[in-house]
């Protein structure tokens, strides 16, 4: 694999996860305007809301079954148009059964999408031989804010969901299509990994073992917990509890977009010259303390300085959890990120309804004091993400494709 060849493969990965950052930020931000145009009930909307991460669920593992077959790249290339269209379905629909057909499609595209963007993610920092996946995080995390910023746009015109989705998948869709000509593994002649390992190869680090990844898969849980609190409790907590404006309400998810994106856009600089155990240690305990901030806090502003430690915090924590894996299971890292990429669902199902239910039983501050809890477990496991393997560094050479752009 050439340098060129390196630097397309990275660009055009980075392009894909910031697609789905718009196309997921899409979905999620209109639901009040899509149980609106389908007449879903209070009590009916739940389900169909946990119906996507189930499927998603369902698409990762089905994915560790394809990519043993074909290349995570065609998978993706795939994947990719169909939540794009699947999105628009949601838009197109007017019957209770459309809106269920995409939604399902939706989800197990997306569980698909999800692992085999961060498979290739995996390979390439592997290619690159330094830390690498934080960055294709933060272009998730770009898109995730594009994505809201267009939604509020679109409600604010109130504007039909067709009208806002249709010119955005028209878009976005030929973009992926030829962005998706440059995808590569970041492996070498013959297939192999610049590291010489078979793809798939048994022997050290090559057979999977759930044992072994289960410290990841527990992290990948918290995380998203601590996740899927803020983006469905934080307006709710500011406004209820910290007594804002219904204005002001909406500010610390977006805050916590921004500083998602800000700590992102870094974190792999903070990986090079510290080690993924001490950037993981460091973002834990950050995300805990914000935690910790949200739920003594006096006022709605002293909370959103909470959430803005929230998003520093938990923004290094899931893509250095893939790199873990790859790291971890070099010979067979594409099954070890399918089986992984379940627990970013488990922990967004989990989240919500946990908090929500303490916080009806007890008090929503105490509530904010889990998922804290959770975040701290993170640091028993932290040693999962290291030490680097020799060939990456710790005074050895490194291979040539390190030093590509």
Request: charged residues 10%.
């Amino acid at each position: 694999m050439t340098d060129a060849g390196l630097r397309h493969g990275r660009a055009s990965l980075g392009l894909s996860f910031g697609v789905q950052g718009v196309a997921f930020a899409l979905l999620v931000t209109r639901i009040p305007a899509i149980q609106d145009q389908y007449g879903i009930s209070d009590g009916l909307l739940p389900v169909f809301l946990a119906a996507v991460p189930i499927l998603a669920g369902v698409g990762s593992v089905a994915t560790e079954k394809v990519v043993a077959r074909v290349r995570p790249s065609v998978v993706l290339r795939w994947a990719q148009p169909l939540v794009l269209l699947a999105l628009l379905g949601v838009g197109a629909g007017r019957e209770m059964w459309h809106v269920a057909v995409a939604l399902g499609v939706f989800g197990l595209a997306v569980g698909a999408l999800d692992a085999s963007m961060n498979m290739l993610g995996v390979s390439l920092q592997r290619a690159y031989a330094r830390s690498i996946m934080t960055g294709f995080h933060a272009a998730y995390s770009l898109g995730g804010i594009a994505g809201a910023s267009l939604a509020w746009a679109g409600a604010r015109w109130e504007l039909s969901l067709l009208a806002s989705y249709l010119p955005v998948v028209a878009v976005l869709l030929p973009v992926a299509l030829i962005g998706s000509r440059w995808y590569t593994e970041g492996k070498g002649a013959e297939g192999k990994r610049p590291d010489g390992t078979e793809a798939g190869a048994g022997g050290a680090g090559g057979a999977l073992s759930f044992k072994l990844l289960l410290p990841l898969c527990l992290i990948m849980t918290f995380a998203y917990i601590g996740d899927s609190t803020v983006s469905n409790w934080s307006a709710k907590y500011l406004q209820d509890v910290l007594g804002s404006s219904e204005q002001l309400a909406t500010v610390p998810y977006n805050v916590y977009m921004v500083t998602t994106l800000l700590g992102r856009a870094v974190g792999d600089l903070g990986v090079r010259r510290f080690g993924a155990v001490a950037v993981v240690r460091g973002g834990s305990l950050l995300a805990a303390g914000g935690f910790a901030v949200v739920a003594v806090a006096p006022g709605a502003w002293v909370g959103m300085l909470g959430f803005t430690m929230l998003g520093f915090g938990l923004c290094v924590i899931v893509p250095q959890t893939f790199a873990a894996a790859g790291r971890m299971f070099p010979g067979n890292s594409d099954a070890a990120v399918a089986r992984l990429n379940i627990f970013n669902y488990v922990g967004f199902l989990v989240g919500s309804p946990l908090v929500g239910a303490l916080g009806d039983a007890w008090s929503y501050r105490g509530a904010m004091l889990v998922p804290m809890v959770l975040v701290l477990a993170t640091l028993v496991y932290a040693r999962a993400f290291g030490p680097e393997p020799a060939r990456y560094g710790g005074g050895h050479e490194r291979p040539r494709t390190a030093d590509v752009g």
